[in-house]
């Protein structure tokens, strides 16, 4: 303990190397204050925050070395330079360290940042920058606000308020969606805890609940349709309303709503291991992290089950849990890199992950080659059919969505025996006058999941030779799949779960290699299920079924 100490003053001399307080506002000025410090309630990261008190920022899969830092270098265009930036990794300190501990390391960090980017509007003030910078700034005010030099307070104070100057007059130039809630909500956290901010509160909480009507459907869910920024945005919410009880201020009646839902949409797409379901090119997420969140944002909802606009269908029984993207791409305006991935489904037994999308490294830091990233965007990367090797949306050469899935038709009906959908998209019918409709029936006991894939004829396109597809089951890491003797079925074996058995219907069964982007963002091996046919003309009819042994 002792020696982390040592090393944890050290590199607080050198990062604090040139009295950076004194070359800042000094006493020249009286310094602001806050009436109100939130408390935030989500647990950060303990090994995160002991990597910190080395020097060292982890973030995904990489680590940024902070013992010479410089601001200017690091820039803003990577997202472990972003999270940098946007201060969050206070919470990871606050994890690890007393006030006392982490307070000299957090003001150094905090000093270097004003002399680089205190003075001047640069790319650090990019509005979702600072939205995310006011939230962890009030927050862990003690962590940064300890110094007993009142230059350095006052600096990073009045810096505080031109911040949220700063973004009153540029929030909705942020890009609709997560990016700029998080702009409105930082101006509305500061509203509340900055001294005789209270008046401005109205403007900021307009502006918020705009920017929240502009990135989530009805539902809750983001327009992005990416899990992992949802996690984001109940994290961001849940800061918010730990300024109003800080203030003691009432919560708006819309914004609860608001809050609540998006809750809810990150439960419909949290798998029964406690992590997410890989879409958008997003992966798992570290459990621990997850739960933290959830836990700690203050709020509570049921997981969202029939979403329309979200377009995540959740289908649940006795512990297995289904999850099928029921929706269009979402629309390049709200995300960069959205997926084919239509008609595509997850699936887990208990804390056991059976069918897996392959997911990609998200908003996160990523070690893969790029050439990968873009490929894990196909639909063959998904667990769902594939027409002819092509995408149900394709996917253009400079990244953005091109043609494809427009509209898709769902029915869905509870009984006493199944939750049952029907869902169809038109993602094939105008290069192939071809609908894929894709049935799915879960047993109310958890023990079964019928399936079935059809190609119907649609329109006055019509195919000249019969066309190849494949139906696509991607396996978790660890499942091992023994095809039957008849090419018909492959029974699934894992530690975490009783065997699974897999059987199909109107085509041939084979195995192949396949990966899974992990928690940390890293591809491991795995297999897939690969059931392979041709459609005709006249359209296609394949069954299947995967049932528990016990």
Request: charged share 25%; hydrophobic share 40%.
């Amino acid at each position: 303990m002792d020696e982390q100490g040592a090393e944890a003053r050290a590199i607080v001399g050198r990062l604090a190397k040139g009295g950076i307080a004194r070359r800042l506002l000094g006493g020249r000025r009286a310094p602001l204050r806050l009436a109100a410090v939130p408390r935030d309630h989500v647990e950060g990261n303990r090994r995160r925050g002991e990597a910190l008190q080395r020097g060292i920022l982890v973030h995904g899969g990489t680590q940024l070395d902070l013992g010479d830092l410089d601001w200017h270098a690091i820039g803003t265009d990577t997202p472990p330079a972003r999270h940098l930036q946007g201060f969050a990794w206070l919470r990871d300190l606050g994890a690890a360290a007393s006030r006392e501990q982490g307070a000299p390391l957090a003001e150094a960090i905090a000093g270097r940042w004003l002399v680089a980017h205190g003075t001047k509007a640069d790319a650090a003030w990019d509005p979702p920058l600072w939205g995310e910078r006011l939230l962890f700034w009030t927050a862990y005010a003690p962590y940064i606000l300890s110094s007993r030099d009142s230059g350095y307070r006052s600096a990073l104070l009045n810096t505080l308020a031109r911040g949220a100057r700063h973004l009153d007059a540029n929030a909705d130039r942020a890009r609709p969606g997560l990016d700029r809630v998080t702009a409105w909500a930082g101006l509305t956290v500061a509203a509340l805890t900055m001294e005789g901010g209270v008046p401005r509160v109205a403007r900021a909480e307009s502006g918020l609940m705009r920017a929240l009507a502009q990135a989530q459907f009805d539902d809750g869910g983001l327009m992005s349709r990416s899990p992992a920024e949802q996690l984001l945005l109940v994290d961001r919410l849940g800061l918010v309303r730990a300024a109003y009880f800080a203030a003691k201020q009432t919560i708006p009646d819309s914004f609860d709503s608001a809050a609540a839902a998006a809750l809810a949409a990150l439960h419909g797409v949290t798998m029964g291991d406690g992590r997410l379901a890989s879409w958008q090119g997003g992966h798992p997420g570290n459990v621990a992290d997850i739960a933290s969140i959830v836990e700690g944002c203050g709020m509570r909802a049921r997981p969202l089950r029939q979403a329309r606009g979200w377009g995540y269908q959740r289908l649940s029984a006795l512990g297995t849990v289904v999850s099928l993207d029921a929706a269009p791409p979402p629309l390049a305006a709200m995300a960069d890199h959205g997926c084919a991935s239509t008609l595509a489904f997850e699936m887990s037994d208990g804390e056991q992950r059976l069918i897996v999308n392959c997911g990609g490294p998200g908003p996160f830091a990523s070690r893969l080659p790029e050439e990968l990233v873009a490929a894990l965007r196909s639909t063959a990367a998904h667990s769902t059919l594939v027409l002819d090797d092509h995408n149900s949306t394709a996917i253009m050469p400079d990244g953005k969505l091109g043609r494809g899935v427009t509209d898709v038709a769902i029915d869905r009906i509870e009984d006493n025996d199944a939750s049952r959908i029907e869902a169809t998209h038109d993602g094939y019918q105008k290069r192939y006058g071809m609908l894929h409709t894709r049935r799915l029936s879960l047993g109310n006991d958890g023990k079964e999941l019928r399936g079935e894939d059809r190609m119907v004829p649609k329109g006055r396109r019509k195919i000249k030779d019969d066309l190849p597809f494949a139906i696509r089951f991607h396996l978790a890491p660890g499942i091992e799949a023994t095809p039957t003797a008849d090419g018909m079925g492959a029974i699934l074996r894992s530690e975490g779960a009783p065997p699974w058995n897999f059987r199909c219907r109107g085509a041939m069964l084979t195995l192949e290699e396949s990966l899974h982007v992990d928690g940390r963002g890293d591809a491991r091996a795995s297999q897939q299920l690969v059931v392979v046919g041709e459609v005709s003309r006249h359209g296609s009819d394949i069954a299947w079924q995967f049932r528990r042994s016990s």
